[in-house]
């Protein structure tokens, strides 16, 4: 029977203390900013009729590593000896995409060396046919080491995403006497300090629009492009070839200053096989030179413009998809400001086909509205401020298409839908959250029959 090496932690037995995460500092010697194994508290708020648990975690080696498979510089790979899944600081580009798919928050940022670290699994000790440091730390034996096969391998405990990555880590669940006993009746905390606003203080979100603006810009500026170019080859919208690329290059410039490492940043298009980040740059590059070319070259073939749009609309999808890993409460699949549906959003209005902006700003306003009622209930936050020019200028700018005389410019409703456009794509990052071990917990939480009535 196959076995690999993994790491097994016992709940009954944590305690908390932290002598894991003590010794992993020490022997990798880590900065204190930085914990690459961290003891996560399960309803350390305390609620009533829940039980409190400790899980210590750090990365799990998975065998379908998402980090690895997703790093668009291919700064990962594996110890086929060991199975540790190692980064290349040399390779890392400092994107941080891989913190964004990974569902255990594994991976983090060394801000002083513009790099992303994580566990290696004491990979030079566990060569030697030694232990990690933080297995022979631990007081009370919660933390162990051990071969097992895969079946051996579950985790059934709040907190710990089934992400099917297939993690080498074993976490021994709440035995049944461990168990909080219900409560008939529970307490009520005071109106002004309800538990599950307090609990979702405790996650920091990994995503926020003053950290991610230059890739909100980015993305806002491909829809725009995209649009420019299908309106031109839907209705002949006169687009200057220099303008064109200028903004392309632009946003590729803004989306490259996110990276810590500039010089590396040519690595960033090496994964395209495999990572949606890479993806995005290959193609976005490729509609960049084919616009360019098709509009700046009078004898350019027939066939180049709609073969550019067709990238363009690729390129937004794979976009799109590179935010997979991120869920917004209350939304579904499909969120009103995808730039799949801005690009052609702008590119019917470019084209005047006012049936057809009409009904993606109808779908786009019932897509906000029904996310933010959702949110509303479930008591997220809702910004009325931001609602109200989000579908107010959607709503004028298709009006406006729609009353136009037919000689009169595009432009006015363009810059409407445009502005529009710009406040959802900003709600979007604001609203945005990568999960991790702390998010799972309070959703778990929060989820809790025994805890509603609290």
Not at 164 to 184: D, L, W
Not at 279 to 299: D, H, K, N
Not at 394 to 422: D, F, K, N, R
Request: charge should be neutral.
């Amino acid at each position: 029977m196959k076995t690999r090496h993994a790491f097994v932690v016992d709940v009954n037995k944590c305690t908390g203390c932290d002598a894991c995460t003590i010794a992993c500092q020490i022997a990798n010697q880590l900065p204190p900013e930085i914990q690459w194994r961290e003891v996560r508290t399960f309803n350390e708020l305390h609620v009533p009729a829940v039980e409190m648990i400790h899980l210590s975690m750090a990365c799990n080696h998975c065998l379908d590593a998402p980090c690895m498979q997703q790093c668009p510089a291919l700064a990962y790979h594996r110890d086929e000896l060991t199975g540790a899944v190692l980064i290349n600081s040399e390779a890392c580009i400092g994107c941080g995409y891989c913190a964004w798919v990974c569902p255990y928050g594994a991976p983090r940022m060394d801000t002083d060396k513009g790099v992303m670290t994580k566990c290696n699994m004491c990979n030079d000790k566990v060569r030697d046919g030694g232990v990690p440091a933080c297995v022979t730390s631990c007081p009370t034996d919660a933390l162990n080491w051990r071969q097992l096969p895969d079946e051996d391998l579950t985790q059934d405990v709040p907190g710990f995403a089934q992400a099917g990555t297939r993690p080498s880590i074993r976490v021994e669940g709440v035995r049944e006497e461990r168990r909080a006993p219900q409560m008939t009746t529970p307490p009520s905390l005071p109106p002004w300090q309800p538990w599950h606003r307090r609990l979702r203080q405790v996650a920091v979100p990994q995503i926020s629009l003053a950290h991610e603006w230059t890739l909100a810009v980015f993305t806002l500026m491909a829809a725009v492009l995209v649009g420019a170019m299908a309106a031109n080859q839907w209705s002949g919208l006169a687009t200057d070839w220099r303008l064109f690329l200028g903004a392309g290059v632009l946003g590729m410039a803004l989306s490259a200053s996110h990276l810590r490492h500039l010089r590396r940043a040519w690595r960033a298009p090496l994964h395209a096989g495999e990572s949606w980040l890479s993806r995005e740059i290959v193609l976005f590059s490729g509609f960049l030179i084919l616009g360019t070319v098709s509009l700046a070259v009078p004898a350019a073939p027939s066939w180049l413009g709609p073969l550019t749009v067709g990238l363009g609309g690729l390129t937004l999808a794979v976009i799109d998809r590179v935010y997979g890993s991120a869920v917004i409460p209350g939304s579904g699949p499909v969120h009103s400001a995808h730039v799949l549906g801005t690009g052609l959003l702008l590119a019917a209005t470019g084209a005047s086909a006012t049936v057809v902006v009409v009904t993606i700003a109808v779908v786009k306003i019932s897509l906000y509205v029904a996310r933010q009622m959702v949110r509303a209930r479930k008591e997220r936050a809702v910004s009325l401020g931001l609602s109200v020019p989000r579908v107010g200028f959607l709503a004028a700018g298709a009006g406006w298409l729609a009353l136009a005389q037919p000689s009169e410019s595009v432009l006015p409703a363009v810059a409407i839908i445009l502005v529009g456009e710009v406040v959802d794509r900003c709600i979007y990052y604001w609203e945005l959250e990568i999960p991790t071990p702390n998010s799972l917990q309070r959703d778990e939480l929060e989820r809790r029959p025994e805890a509603h009535g609290i």
